[in-house]
Nanobody, 123 residues
Framework: QVQLVESGGGLVQAGDSLRLSCAASGRTFSSYLMGWFRQAPGKEREFVASISRNGDPYYVDSVKGRFTISRDKAKNMVYLQMNSLKPEDTAVYSC?????????????????WGQGTQVTVSS
């Protein structure tokens, strides 16, 4: 069983930065594919980024060059550094874990989910 707890969300202005953190429990965390998703009000959940067990990142086009996903296996942590934030980045951001594989973008591909953290970007 894996438990995921996100933190770091908040209210910022356009152009600002935020770093989201995801604390994971479980001894096999280092082998999991980790991902970040977001869901804005009235919209479907959207894949944002993932990082494989080997550290290979993958991003949705809309955040490339602005967001960076990373992981610290020793601390069982995954991070999402978000720079140059835009109002359209406003959403609840959730961390997710998948037991195997190096790449997955569908919500249903992941096995564990956190509760999410709110990110609000004002214009």
């Amino acid at each position: 069983q894996v438990q995921l707890v996100e933190s770091g969300g908040g209210l910022v202005q356009a152009g600002d930065s935020l770093r989201l953190s995801c604390a994971a429990s479980g001894r096999t965390f280092s082998s999991y594919l980790m991902g970040w998703f977001r869901q804005a009000p009235g919209k479907e959940r959207e894949f944002v980024a993932s990082i494989s067990r080997n550290g290979d990142p993958y991003y949705v086009d809309s955040v490339k060059g602005r967001f960076t996903i990373s992981r610290d296996k020793a601390k069982n942590m995954v991070y999402l550094q978000m720079n140059s934030l835009k109002p359209e980045d406003t959403a609840v951001y959730s961390c997710a874990a998948r037991r195997w594989g190096d790449y997955a973008v569908a919500y249903s591909d992941y096995n564990y989910w956190g509760q999410g953290t709110q990110v609000t970007v004002s214009s």
